[in-house]
């Protein structure tokens, strides 16, 4: 069974620090890796994908994906109120699985 | 907004009742994907469809039917369901199949009595 697997949180974090998302997959065929934004009943939003090793930043947000060792990461810096919302990591092979997701909340 | 549209938002049904899920893209993709989403579980891809011919079938019971007249419209059709299959049931589309970026509709929360 391939799967995704994150802590369900909730992670709480302070207004303005770091807040550090971890993913980890078992499927070693995974050329695609995704984090998906959803907020309280709304639908996912694709925020930063990621497809070879390293660090790929895109604003406040960097996605890091280590192969070896099979996990992905992402880092929201500054980490404001808006950003509290459940965070969905997703490995794609020949399709995409997503994990249960890793719920956030940044504290004023 | 992401140009993915569901109806309806919310439905509650019995076990014995037949009902239809809609989805609308009006981004002119050619994928479109229905998604169960349980409380604390996983996204679970149910149905993959590409140019209305479907793809990919994830073992979901045959109380669940999908149905894709054209590439802008996509149905789940839904009879003799189980209080389990409760859960919110969402719509995503691509351009294709190769495309990896989906948007998703708000999803159709479902609640099985």
């Known amino acids: 069974q391939k799967e995704v697997e994150q802590n369900s949180g909730p992670l709480s974090v302070p207004e303005g620090a770091i807040a550090s998302l971890n993913c980890t997959y078992s499927?070693?065929?995974?050329?695609?890796f995704f984090w998906y934004r959803q907020y309280s009943g709304k639908s996912p939003e694709l925020i930063m994908s990621?497809?070879?090793?390293g660090d790929k930043e895109d604003g406040r947000f960097t996605a890091q994906l280590n192969k070896a060792s099979q996990y992905v990461s992402l880092l929201i810096r500054d980490s404001q109120p808006s950003d509290s919302a459940t965070y969905l990591c997703?490995?794609?092979?020949?399709?995409?699985?997503f994990g249960s997701g890793t719920r956030l909340s940044i504290r004023p | 907004e992401t140009g993915v549209t569901q109806t309806p938002r919310h439905l509650v049904m019995g076990m014995t009742n037949k009902k239809s899920l809609k989805c609308e893209q009006h981004l002119g993709h050619n994928a479109m994907y229905w998604y169960k989403q349980s409380a604390k579980k996983p996204l679970e891809l149910m149905f993959v469809y590409s140019l209305e011919e479907r793809v990919e079938n994830n073992s979901v019971p045959s109380r669940f039917s999908p149905e894709c007249p054209n590439s802008s419209h996509l149905f789940l059709h839904l009879h003799t369901l189980q209080p389990e299959d409760s859960a919110l049931y969402l719509c995503a589309s691509s351009q294709d199949l190769r495309e990896e970026t989906q948007y998703f509709g708000p999803g159709t929360r479902l609640l099985v009595l």
């Open positions: 997703a490995s794609r092979a020949s399709k995409i699985i």
């Open positions: 499927d070693r065929g995974s050329q695609s």
């Open positions: 990621i497809y070879s090793n």
